[in-house]
């Protein structure tokens, strides 16, 4: 109940708790203990235990940490919390060494898709350790063990697998963090603010638990992670925020290709991720659920190298995320939305790509080949298409070359039916060096010069995502009208969609040949 002042130091118990209740910091550990490792283990145990106190403050220190903090072996007996805790004020610096190296298997393992998140008849599944990242033949990106039952062979994935029906071989690769959490079966509430994790390109940084409710990481700072920032091998990350932090990656150097380490991933839903600055990873965010607000962020993953490969800063692996892509910066990146997280990626009943809304950001590029893209679509299976989505105040910059368009499907996998595409918004977007800028609904002024009973109205620089015209919402007529001899007619034209050999022409159709200039407005979708 009073400060204390140690002369000497503390040997104690790994399950015995040293409570402090009037000097509750990691200095006064620290002098306890005389090791900060040590000392950050026992104070995280009394956290989690009663000290009277809700919050850690790290006193501003540099603690130097030589192996991963699992932080549920250091709590001891509890597997559960729900009450708010918080580490704040200082900074994890990893001393590079062994015990940060990558723990790899391989083992043969059989998946049902109707049973999406479990690999079966794992061989040497004591092997496999939880929170280990899971590489394969129609793995998607991002998906971990979540969970393991050693007398029955089995895996619990986060996800499900979009092509891996059958037995093969799977890799597991185990990064190592300097805060494992994933030894709580459910933790919620848990804050880490003020925190630098100094990663020094040897550890990865914060490892969630397997399950849980609204982890706040605030004003801290992820620099050089060897592999991740921020990982979630379960649904401990459902209503995470992350706010106002930095990402700076260890691989700044190397060509956007070459890098393989991701800022953050998610599986759960109702995630916040707003004001951080990612610098050059593969990927800035992985998210695997919906109802997702991303805003505010900057997320740079240029290189050095001219005419160089970008990849996506933002990766959507939901099909019908219900999420909101606000008021950020994607710089020489890109937004990619898949369906890779779906057992069952081809389409055949229930919702496709949608629930989608891009609105008021900034997009630009540099030194990037035409083919270059801001929005991706990459559909992992057949007869999806598009049924919600909005794109709108967003500006598009190219600098030092111009690109082709702003959007794109990646029909690597799969096509995207356009034929059956619904409630497509773009409009209201600024564009420089972009030569062909969508739009939906497109409105186009069209000259006819001599006289033509059918005028071919050609919109495919104008229609997104590769798609055909599938509706006409008006047309006027701007000047007269005029036959051939010149007199002006009265006559009303009608319109056939998808014209052409690739469905992109509107005819116009009249009841003789006329010419002049109408203003028509067409459609890519069906708009109800």
Request: with cysteine; net charge negative.
């Amino acid at each position: 109940q009073h400060p204390v002042r140690f002369e000497g130091t503390l040997t104690m118990p790994d399950d015995k708790v040293l409570s402090l209740v009037r000097a509750f910091d990691l200095p006064t550990y620290v002098a306890a203990f005389g090791n900060e490792t040590v000392a950050l283990r026992k104070a995280l145990q009394a956290l989690f235990h009663f000290t009277d106190h809700e919050a850690l403050d790290l006193g501003g220190m540099r603690i130097s940490v030589e192996a991963p903090i699992d932080v549920q072996a250091a709590v001891g007996d509890i597997l559960s919390f729900s009450n708010r805790r918080v580490l704040r004020n200082g900074q994890l610096e990893a001393v590079p060494g062994p015990a940060w190296d990558t723990v790899t298997v391989s083992s043969t393992a059989s998946y049902d898709p109707a049973s999406p998140t479990r690999l079966s008849n794992v061989a040497n599944v004591a092997n496999v350790p939880v929170g280990a990242r899971v590489i394969g033949a129609g793995v998607g990106r991002e998906i971990y063990v979540r969970d393991r039952n050693v007398s029955a062979g089995t895996l619990t994935l986060s996800k499900p697998l979009h092509g891996a029906a059958g037995t093969s071989t799977f890799q597991f690769e185990r990064f190592q963090y300097l805060l494992d959490f994933s030894g709580f079966e459910w933790l919620s509430r848990f804050v880490v603010a003020d925190v630098e994790f100094k990663c020094n390109g040897a550890a990865s940084g914060l490892m969630l638990p397997r399950d849980g409710l609204v982890t706040h990481v605030r004003d801290c700072f992820f620099t050089e992670p060897r592999d991740r920032a921020i990982t979630s091998i379960g649904s401990g990350c459902q209503g995470m925020l992350v706010d106002r932090c930095q990402f700076l990656s260890n691989e700044q150097s190397l060509n956007a290709q070459d890098r393989t380490s991701v800022a953050i991933n998610t599986n759960a839903n109702d995630v916040k991720i707003r004001d951080n600055r990612f610098v050059r990873f593969r990927h800035a965010m992985v998210l695997g659920g919906s109802g997702n607000i991303i805003q505010g962020n900057h997320a740079f993953q240029g290189d050095n190298q001219p005419q160089g490969t970008r990849l996506a800063s933002i990766v959507l692996g939901q099909i019908n995320p219900k999420t909101v892509i606000n008021g950020n910066y994607i710089d020489n990146s890109w937004i990619e939305w898949t369906n890779e997280f779906d057992a069952t990626p081809d389409f055949s009943s229930g919702f496709s790509f949608g629930n989608l809304s891009i609105v008021g950001n900034m997009f630009t590029a540099n030194d990037v080949g035409n083919w270059f893209r801001w929005i991706v679509i990459r559909p992992y299976g057949q007869g999806q298409f598009i049924n919600g989505l909005s794109i709108s105040d967003n500006v598009f910059k190219s600098l030092n070359g111009a690109v082709d368009r702003f959007e794109g499907v990646d029909a690597s996998i799969a096509p995207l039916d356009m034929s059956r595409a619904r409630n497509i918004r773009i409009e209201g977007n600024a564009f420089n060096n972009v030569s062909a800028p969508a739009r939906n609904p497109v409105t186009l002024d069209v000259a006819e010069n001599t006289p033509a009973a059918t005028w071919a109205v050609d919109l495919a620089d104008f229609l997104p995502f590769g798609g055909i015209v599938r509706g006409a919402q008006s047309l006027v007529a701007i000047g007269p009208i005029t036959d051939t001899a010149g007199a002006t007619v009265s006559d009303f034209p009608h319109l056939k969609t998808g014209q052409g050999a690739n469905g992109t022409e509107l005819h116009v159709v009249w009841p003789r040949p006329v010419q002049g200039k109408i203003q028509v407005t067409a459609r890519v979708d069906n708009p109800n």
